[in-house]
């Protein structure tokens, strides 16, 4: 397979596409989506053997039958270069399609269907029996002749007929399963915007729609000037947050910039917890309404609370303003902290503080949630929800800047299965593992990494994004 990588990359093959005509492209790119489709089976077919050995082997070493697999979807995700999340979707594909769809896999192994088509199939047969499941298999992947030419649409349409046939009770449990996955997710948007989204029953969305609707309806016809959709967008917020004004809310903002781009016009841009980077002067301004607001309710300028200093470095080194923004922790309706976080210049690393509790501090846990930004296991973008001892607290792991990293939910669950460990390389220091101690000589101008090892033996580098001005 590495040589077919190679082959496909070499100087021959791009001179060869170079120089064929446009019949022949035509031909190559099927040739490709086939040969791309029978990939995804022959890893679908992987990850299923895969979850099948771990799972016998946790089975033989004691395990109970609710921690067998467990991780399993990590070492999917770290090996496919996905998130954690998209982990266990694509494990939970692989098993499904290997022991209960042969039709689909086969369609799916030969280049008939793409994967997101075989995720279809998967998918909308999910509320189904086995037995079912493998009748809908049969009857829409049998012949794979019958699936050229079918959109996304019409194929989800042809499935769900098949199924209200076989098992009218199968909608029922779907919208059961639908209504018990409800949530509530936020993710960046261009130029400093995000969308908040919430997936809910179909009663309650359309409801909270109509209310906002009307709200907006409403001022328009007083002569508010907004539009009707800023409306709606500043009803939501004030609503949800209790405020009399959206941007208002007493939510903290964690907003992490120099010191130079706060007081010097500095053009380094910040980076906004939850969000990532944005520019200077949106993050000055930001900074600055909270300090207005805060100034024009109690007539004081913006506080630094005394313990927000956080590390007993030189001052000299740089510095870092970590500002919750224009509602943050400060006492009052609107408050503007400024936390002092100083780096290490030559790694940008920050200083750490240690301690001896067995949970993190809540001023640990906002050091390490400004270094970290996101979970820091590779191709996780998820947020940071638990702060995790790499080396374990019960192995003598210190509760220190150092020993902590911030982890999503399900990478902190995953990597307490059997098999997994993680050591610090870089400024910190090693915690002892061998490929680590290698590098120790030049670990002190790397900022915080961590190196994971899953049970397989592969290791992958967990590195802390720079900083503003790093």
Same mark, same amino acid.
């Given at each position: ?11 021959? +093959? ?6 064929? +005509? ?23 077919? =992987? ?12 089975? *033989? ?23 954690? &999340? ?24 030969? $280049?008939?269907?793409?994967?997101? *088509? ?6 909308? /047969? ?15 992947? $049998?012949?794979? =002749? ?45 130029? /400093? ?13 359309? =409801? ?26 500043? /009803? ?92 943050? +922790? ?12 100083? /780096? ?25 949630? &400004? ?100």
């Amino acid at each position: 397979m590495a040589s077919w990588s190679r082959a496909l990359a070499s100087g021959e +093959s791009l001179a060869a596409i170079a120089a064929d +005509s446009d019949a022949g492209l035509v031909d190559r790119l099927r040739a490709l989506e086939e040969l791309k489709a029978a990939a995804c089976a022959a890893q679908a077919r =992987a990850a299923a053997a895969l979850d099948v050995s771990v799972r016998a082997a946790h089975a *033989r070493a004691g395990l109970p039958a609710e921690k067998q697999g467990v991780g399993v979807g990590a070492q999917v995700a770290l090996a496919r270069r996905e998130s954690p &999340a998209r982990g266990g979707r694509i494990l939970g594909f692989a098993k499904a399609l290997t022991r209960e769809m042969p039709c689909t896999l086969k369609a799916f192994s030969e $280049g008939h269907i793409s994967e997101w *088509r075989a995720t279809l199939l998967v998918r909308e /047969t999910a509320c189904l029996s086995v037995e079912d499941r493998q009748l809908v298999d049969q009857e829409i992947a $049998g012949d794979p =002749a019958g699936l050229d030419g079918l959109g996304d649409q019409r194929l989800i349409a042809r499935i769900r007929k098949i199924t209200y046939r076989l098992d009218q009770a199968a909608l029922v449990r779907r919208a059961a399963k639908a209504e018990a996955d409800r949530f509530v997710s936020c993710r960046p948007a261009p130029d /400093t915007m995000t969308y908040l989204t919430g997936l809910l029953p179909v009663a309650q969305g359309v =409801a909270v729609y109509a209310a906002l609707s009307r709200a907006a309806d409403s001022l328009r016809a007083r002569g508010d000037v907004r539009g009707r959709g800023q409306i709606m967008a500043d /009803t939501m917020v004030e609503r949800i947050t209790g405020q009399a004004k959206a941007e208002q809310a007493p939510v903290e903002v964690q907003l992490v910039m120099t010191d130079r781009t706060l007081l010097a016009g500095d053009r380094e841009p910040a980076h906004l917890t939850g969000y990532g980077i944005v520019p200077a002067p949106w993050a000055r301004d930001l900074a600055g309404k909270g300090a207005r607001r805060r100034a024009q309710k109690t007539g004081k300028p913006g506080e630094s609370p005394t313990d927000a200093s956080h590390g007993s470095g030189d001052p000299s080194s740089g510095s870092t303003a970590s500002a919750p923004g224009p509602t943050g +922790s400060a006492p009052g309706p609107t408050g503007f902290w400024l936390r002092r976080l100083y /780096t290490a210049p030559s790694s940008g690393e920050l200083l750490a503080m240690d301690s001896k509790a067995r949970f993190v501090p809540v001023s640990l846990a906002r050091l390490v949630t &400004a270094r970290d930004q996101a979970c820091r296991t590779p191709w996780c973008d998820a947020p940071i929800r638990h702060q995790d001892h790499i080396r374990p607290h019960r192995d003598d792991g210190p509760t220190e800047a150092a020993n902590i990293q911030g982890l999503c939910e399900a990478c902190n669950q995953a990597k307490e299965a059997p098999g997994w460990k993680a050591a610090v390389i870089g400024a910190s220091g090693t915690t002892g593992h061998p490929r680590s101690r290698v590098r120790k000589a030049t670990a002190a101008a790397r900022r915080h990494t961590v190196d994971i090892i899953a049970p397989t033996g592969h290791l992958y580098r967990s590195t802390a994004p720079p900083l503003p001005g790093t």
